[in-house]
């Protein structure tokens, strides 16, 4: 099984930066994609950006230029760094671990950016 330990959400204005990270743990060797999902309230989980195992990355629309998606697979951790931050990229985001045969998600983190 795998674990996703997400962490780096939190309350940022307008215009600013936030990274968050996702610690992955247990048995992470085969061969998966990771993204990044986020959920406002009253709308549909969405996909935010994923990177796969060759490093291929694909993102949304709505947060290209502004989002980059990472890893380290040395530490086994799944980064987001998100600039230009607006209003409506507040939401709870979710760490994603999936293969063919598996799919594990985190917890959650929330993202709050307000004035």
């Known amino acids: 099984q795998v674990q996703l330990v997400e962490s780096g959400g939190g309350l940022v204005q307008p215009g600013g930066s936030l990274r968050l990270s996702c610690a992955a743990s247990g048995d992470t060797f085969s061969i998966s994609t990771m993204g990044w999902y986020r959920q406002a309230p009253g709308k549909q989980r969405e996909l935010v950006a994923t990177?796969?195992?060759?490093?291929?990355?694909n993102y949304a629309d709505s947060v290209k230029g502004r989002f980059a998606i990472s890893k380290d697979n040395a530490k086994n951790t799944m980064y987001l760094q998100m600039n230009s931050l607006k209003p409506e990229d507040t939401a709870v985001y979710y760490c994603?671990?999936?293969?063919?045969?598996?799919?594990?998600w985190g917890q959650g983190t929330q993202v709050t950016v307000s004035s």
């Open positions: 990177i796969t195992n060759g490093w291929n990355t």
């Open positions: 994603r671990y999936y293969t063919r045969t598996q799919d594990y």
